[in-house]
């Protein structure tokens, strides 16, 4: 198993910040997510052996985190949050939209692997409400119109 | 990156960096970065304990505890190393004012976990930012580094013989871990899955050591207290409770955003004038005042000064300054089970009473916002509620039953107008799931 040297870098200057090595684990296991793609079964037999914890012990912490996944997703996990302040605004909405647009249910990947789908919970962008995250960046004040937009532009990234 | 808003009420203390490059170290130390810290590591730590307790700051995270007074349950001898933990896994539905501090203001925190430190005898900080804002982590990773790089932090830090090392951890998507006992599972890479009290995480907390645990919020706070005094801190809000607040104001606004405003602001000014009313000429219905897990208030109880004893006062909470503003457009019922699909979501599954409870709810809500509910129903919601109540190990199990209990008593009108068959009247796409009727 091998991960990036940006990767190894900050694996082993984190495991200095902690008294206990397995204090590293949720935001390796984050890193090693948006590398690798998903947490295989090989990902986390590696930093449960580095970790000196069981692979049971590592699969109990990813079920319990709402990004971690063992599951692959497309290459833009696009996060559409529903909660209360995006929902007065038109988050539902918004969500709807992307099923139809994307063709695909709530957790669903579009066939050529582009696009994932997910309702999610509050993201904090609720004063710039309905928001959205893809992967890690936030789009917000959107409409239907901004979503085909922002979906469109990533789209275009993601074929180049 | 988040916009920024501004009104001539706002009194800038927490904000006032806002916008102005202090990202930046060398900016930040041009803005009076770093002088509190100075200031602080002259003074005798309970001195400092003594000037942030006068100060009448309280707990931002949403408990609006005594900050000072949480620092000074610290032991002064403890065999075990002390910590800070910055608590920035920001999460509650309304809530989205740590964000800006850490876009626009990470020295500001570092600096207020530093003073936290010196005060009760702690060598080691963490700030923990959530999964979600990445963007956020990588901007207080380089904050970090750069105050390193000045020698402000790490051995002898300003020439004081005082050794503090602050690092950055990450969270991965759990609204628990906003828990401060969840917090510390998080950080020791366990499930955030609380910790019974007491002991307190003052006493045992991380790895068994004493530890302070702050909103990012309430840190930030502290170099302006140690620079400007507790008098003008207190003076700035209402009695015993000090200072401004970042008040995040979202939902049917016509000028949402987040403003920092003092202590005590009257909650109908700051939805008409500072939030500019509610647009498309509806007509205000109810406002939940500090996060989705405060009761609902309606529109004759927002005459109210946004502080926290004053909102106690109405049977709610300031909670985390998350200000939902809701228009008569919307069906308080469908409000509701949202809310409680969040909680259902979150909860972790520990404390029976949540697990079961917040499960239950989702799904009784869900049956009678599609027009299948009968009357038993809405006393067996409030019932519901009513017995999850303190009787979990952490706070989510309250923050579920509080908010509904509050709906359920204050606009059961439009729970009848839901039962047996009848669509919501409040439905926008017409599109409702319909579900049976069970007598």
């Known amino acids: 198993m091998r991960f990036s ?88 909405e918004l969500l709807e939209h992307c099923k139809k647009k994307l ?43 901004k979503m085909d937009q922002v979906l469109d532009q990533y789209s275009k990234k993601g074929t180049v | 990156m988040a916009s920024l808003v501004s009104h001539p009420d706002e009194v800038r203390v927490v904000s006032k960096r806002f916008g102005k490059g202090a990202t930046n170290i060398d900016r930040y130390l041009e803005l009076d970065g770093y002088k509190a810290v100075q200031k602080s590591l002259g003074m005798q730590p309970d001195a400092i304990i003594a000037e942030v307790k006068n100060s009448g700051l309280r707990g931002r995270g949403g408990a609006g505890f005594s900050t000072g007074m949480k620092w000074s349950f610290v032991p002064k001898q403890s065999a075990q190393p002390k910590y800070v933990l910055c608590n920035g896994d920001e999460s509650e539905p309304g809530t989205c004012k740590d964000r800006l501090i850490f876009e626009h203001d990470p020295h500001a925190v570092i600096e207020g976990v530093m003073i936290a430190a010196i005060a009760v005898g702690s060598h080691t900080g963490y700030i923990y930012i959530r999964g979600e804002y990445r963007y956020l982590s990588i901007i207080m990773q380089k904050a970090i580094k750069d105050a390193y790089a000045k020698g402000f932090l790490g051995k002898n830090i300003f020439g004081s013989g005082y050794d503090l090392d602050i690092y950055w951890h990450g969270g991965a998507g759990a609204y628990e ?33 004493p530890t302070v645990i702050n909103n990012a919020e309430t840190l930030a706070a502290v170099p302006p207290i140690m620079l ?10 209402t009695p015993k409770n000090g200072g401004t607040r970042l008040f995040c104001l979202a939902g049917n606004l016509n000028k949402p955003g987040v403003y920092e405003l003092p202590m005590g602001y009257n909650l109908k000014k700051m939805i008409y004038d500072v939030g500019g009313g509610i647009p498309d000429g509806r007509e205000l219905k109810a406002v939940v005042p500090g ?31 998350g200000v939902v503003v809701l228009d008569d457009s919307n069906c308080i019922v469908k409000f509701a089970l949202r809310t409680m699909k969040f909680y259902r979501h979150e909860s972790c599954g520990w404390c029976i009473p949540c697990r079961e409870g917040t499960d239950w709810l989702e799904k009784t809500l869900k049956r009678f916002h599609s027009g299948g509910g009968v009357m038993k129903d809405i006393d067996n919601i409030y019932y519901l509620s009513e017995n999850m109540l303190g009787k979990t190990f952490c706070p989510l199990g309250d923050a579920a039953a509080m908010p509904t209990m509050a709906f359920v008593k204050k606009f059961r009108q439009e729970f009848e107008d839901h039962l047996e068959g009848k669509p919501c009247p409040f439905e926008r796409t017409g599109k409702i799931e319909h579900l049976p009727v069970y007598a």
């Not at chain 1, 190894?8 to 793609?37: C, K, N, W």
């Not at chain 1, 957790?107 to 893809?134: H, N, R, Y």
């Open chain 2, 228 to 237: 400007g005094g507790a008098e003008w801190f207190a003076g700035l809000g």
């Open chain 1, 103 to 145: 063709g695909v249910k709530n957790k669903g990947t579009t066939p050529d692997g582009m696009f994932t789908l997910e309702e999610v919970e509050c993201i904090g962008a609720c004063s710039w409400a309905p928001a959205i995250q893809v992967n890690y960046d936030f789009h917000e004040n959107l409409t239907v119109d």
């Open chain 2, 177 to 209: 871990v906003g828990e401060e006992s969840a917090l510390m599972e998080s950080l020791e890479g366990k499930r955030g899955i609380p910790r019974i009290r007491p002991p307190f995480p003052a006493v045992v907390g991380l790895w068994g050591g």
């Open chain 1, 5 to 92: 040297e940006e990767f190894e870098r900050r694996f082993a200057e984190m495991l200095g910040h902690y008294p206990t090595r397995r204090s590293v684990l949720v935001p390796m296991l984050l890193y090693a997510q948006d590398e690798i793609g998903s947490l295989t079964d090989e990902v986390i037999t590696e930093l449960a052996q580095r970790l000196e914890l069981t692979d049971l012990e590592v699969r109990n912490v990813i079920s319990y985190y709402s990004l971690l996944t063992t599951k692959p997703r497309g290459k833009y996990n696009v996060q559409v949050c529903t909660n209360i302040a995006c929902m007065l605004v038109g988050g539902e």
């Open chain 2, 291 to 321: 996060g989705s897990s405060t009761p609902v208030l309606t529109i004759d109880e927002i005459d109210v000064a946004m502080d926290f004893d004053s909102v106690a006062k109405t049977g709610s909470m300031l909670g985390s300054g």
